[in-house]
């Protein structure tokens, strides 16, 4: 392995963004691809591909072989709002590979007694996302219902990539909520990308069925990341 | 800077930076293809320098000596090599994985 190579992996690694060491297995080159960087035929294929879902493995690509490791960041999942919600996302996010973190500064829902195991904040999400900001491969949930609380996280999500937005609240109040992130300057390209109604659509009548349906949502916006802009500038 | 997002202290590839910033010689194995049963998946690394300290695991402890064994020449050599084992009585091999599985392991220098 090039040392080079393994410096500028690390880096990407220690930054959490996505990148492939790439082996060529007939001549032992190595060299770090990073996600969006421009790679041609069969091998920037099975490069997106890789990245896509996170396997590593061999590829054949103009007459040669080659390993791709695949290093993608450690998702994350982070909820603002300690409620009913959150208190049956979290052992299922934790199965489903998610680490899970939940924001909310009223101190009497974000409590240990309800939330045992579970990585905790009981402080404002401004003061938390300071500490530990949100990026591309965090997702956000906002479930408060309460916009001093949640607005501000949203905005953050926009702004950082968030793989995953989604906002608790019907229609209409996602209607009003779009009002006011476009008076803190969010485009309507941005809040087009969060998913509210929160959760995918399976009927779900409880605090765990909408659980399933946002941990649902998660997942496919993970293993589809990028696909979305990709389709979009090949339509162009 | 350490990231609070990676396990620096048991991380495979940043021991592996971390002992060429000491000046020592390294080479890293790396899992690039299973079949069956195997108790690590493709990607997988196992460190390890020229005093046959390792970090990591390519399986589940079954293969790790002989593949310290071959690291240890491959420092020496600077060619990498590709290392195939399965069920112990199968191949040629001293070692096998009790698991029934078999995995190969390629292993090269750092450098």
């Known amino acids: ?236 | 800077m350490p990231s609070r997002f990676l396990d620096e202290a048991r991380d495979p590839l940043i021991i592996a930076e971390n002992w060429m910033k000491d000046g020592k010689d390294v080479a890293i194995a790396t899992v690039v293809e299973t079949w069956g049963s195997a108790p690590r998946p493709v990607g997988s690394h196992l460190v390890i320098d020229a005093e046959g300290t390792f970090h990591g695991s390519v399986s589940g402890g079954c293969v790790e000596g002989a593949v310290i064994s071959e690291a240890l020449d491959v420092i020496e050599s600077g060619k990498p090599k590709m290392l195939d084992f399965g069920v112990a009585d199968e191949t040629a091999w001293q070692v096998g994985l009790s698991c029934g599985g078999r995995i190969r392991v390629y292993v090269e220098r750092l450098g």
């Not at chain 1, 054949?60 to 009913?84: K, M, T, Y």
């Not at chain 1, 995953?164 to 087009?192: C, D, F, N, W």
């Open chain 1, 1 to 236: 392995m090039d040392p080079f190579a393994l410096k500028t992996l690390n880096a990407e690694r220690r930054a959490r963004r996505a990148a492939i060491l790439v082996t060529d297995m007939g001549d032992g080159r190595d060299r770090v691809v990073k996600e969006g960087d421009v790679v041609a035929g069969d091998l920037g294929a099975a490069l997106a591909k890789a990245f896509r879902t996170g396997l590593s493995g061999t590829a054949e690509a103009e007459g040669r072989q080659f390993f791709l490791n695949v290093h993608l960041p450690q998702p994350r999942l982070v909820v603002i709002g300690a409620v009913h919600i959150s208190q049956a996302l979290a052992p299922m996010a934790r199965i489903a590979g998610f680490p899970l973190e939940i924001i909310d500064p009223r101190t009497a829902f974000a409590s240990d007694d309800r939330f045992p195991d579970v990585t905790l904040h009981a402080e404002w999400p401004e003061d938390v996302l300071k500490h530990c900001p949100l990026d591309r491969y965090a997702a956000l949930a906002a479930v408060t219902h309460d916009p001093k609380i949640d607005d501000f996280a949203l905005k953050a999500a926009l702004d950082a990539e968030c793989f995953y937005i989604g906002a608790l609240g019907s229609r209409k109040t996602h209607a009003k909520r779009v009002e006011r992130l476009l008076g803190m300057g969010a485009t309507p390209e941005q809040i087009e990308r969060i998913n509210a109604p929160i959760g995918l659509d399976i009927g779900a009548a409880n605090p765990a069925e909408i659980a399933v349906a946002v941990l649902a949502q998660v997942i496919a916006a993970f293993r589809s990341r990028g696909l979305g802009a990709k389709a979009k500038s090949e339509a162009a």
